[in-house]
């Protein structure tokens, strides 16, 4: 009997099926093994020598990333693995803090292995029958977190942008086209961008001279303002990782749509919504539960690997605008015979099973492991708060909301700022992001390791002292 084309010898392994175990154990070995040398290779928490000097390292590692005639796997692996960790930016190393960039945890990582493994594609039952009543539970789960409703509920999705889009799109499609999106200037980005996208007027944004949107100038903008009003505000500013004062704002909303026109209130909560969990840090997120959405992002303060965003609602009726029909995927047949319709979960059509990921660390930690990580690294950025104010060589713009610190050499002007920014980044000694605030420019520490250490805080602070003596 002749074999089925590309079963014989030599073919390469599945991740999959009763063996795929098996073949991915080896694999693994050599994977851990690459990723240890790459890190001891880069040395620090970034690739030394900028741009061209990683590209040329890169190309001379990979050469022909195409050839003729395979590698095979171990080698392929070992090159390529060792090459990404020796040139990557570490999250986990506590010197490794501009961004909102977490370093992921071993069992989220971990749990991210089989879901890539398997392969599920949450785009209909029969493509992942276990991994969509994973994720139908984990989102009611975390939903209730946030509303003591009925029926809470809440979407998968890329990150905050995805999520903040879609709370535009849902505004959009309860109020029509004359929708108007209010916003501070303090908002992502991503706000604006959904208001173009969805071909909606462009938002104003009223001023926030404190850094966070002011209830008084939210009123006047909403008394300029003629029908219907989407008013977003913010849990966690990129740049600060201020929050908005949200009753106050829910407060104002509520009387504006007691009046002639409507004004819903969608908070991107991308950053700090996670502070819920903790009943230390919980109080600074009073009024939260009052929006009509919540954009979630737990590769934030939540440390997943990315993806992990969310969209959550107080009712999955809220979410009926996403309802999609394709015969081949969610056929009316099918949905009336009980195969859970998946299309109305999102806007893309194949998925991840990116619940799966947030779903093991629940089960790792618990409710009071996660609290840990949070209190933790929110007393990491106080502490650091505090080295630097103390320090004669630095001035700290404030104390932390969350895990942000913005500050500056007392010395240095804007444009030495941020040349002294890049020389670290190109020494590949640390990685500071900046923002600007007070009409000054400043350097930004993002804390999201809670294994940073007081000992890492003092080698950052000694490290800056030094680079600014130069």
Partial sequence: MTAPPGTGRGTAPLAGGAHGADALRPLLDTVLDALATGARARGGPLPAGGPEAVTARVEAALGDLLPDHGHGDHEALRTLVHTLAAGAADPADPLCAAHLHCPPLAVAAAADLAASALNPSLDSWDQAPAASAIEALLTRTLAAEFYDTPHPDAVLTTGGTEANQLAVLLARERHGPRLTVLHGANAHHSIPRAAWLLGLPPPPAPPTPNGTLDPATLAEALADTTGPVLVTATAGTTDAGLIDPLGPLADLCDQHRAGQHRADLHIDAAYGGLLALSPRHRPKLAGLHRARSITLDLHKLGWQPVAAGLLTVPDTALLAPLAHQADYLNAEDDTEAGLPDLLGRSLRTTRRADAFK?????????????????????????????????????????APTISTVLFRPTQADDTRLAALR??????????????????????????LNPHTTAGDLDTLVNLLEGSTQR
């Fill in 358 to 398: 947030i779903a093991a660390t629940l089960r790792s930690l618990g409710r009071d492991g996660l609290t840990h990580l949070i209190d933790r690294t929110c007393a990491l950025a106080e502490h650091l708060a505090r080295l630097l104010e103390a320090h004669p060589a630095f001035e700290l713009h404030a």
């Fill in 422 to 447: 890049r020389t670290l980044l190109l020494d590949g000694t640390a990685v500071l992001g900046r923002a600007t605030a007070d009409g000054r420019l400043w350097l930004k520490a993002t804390l």
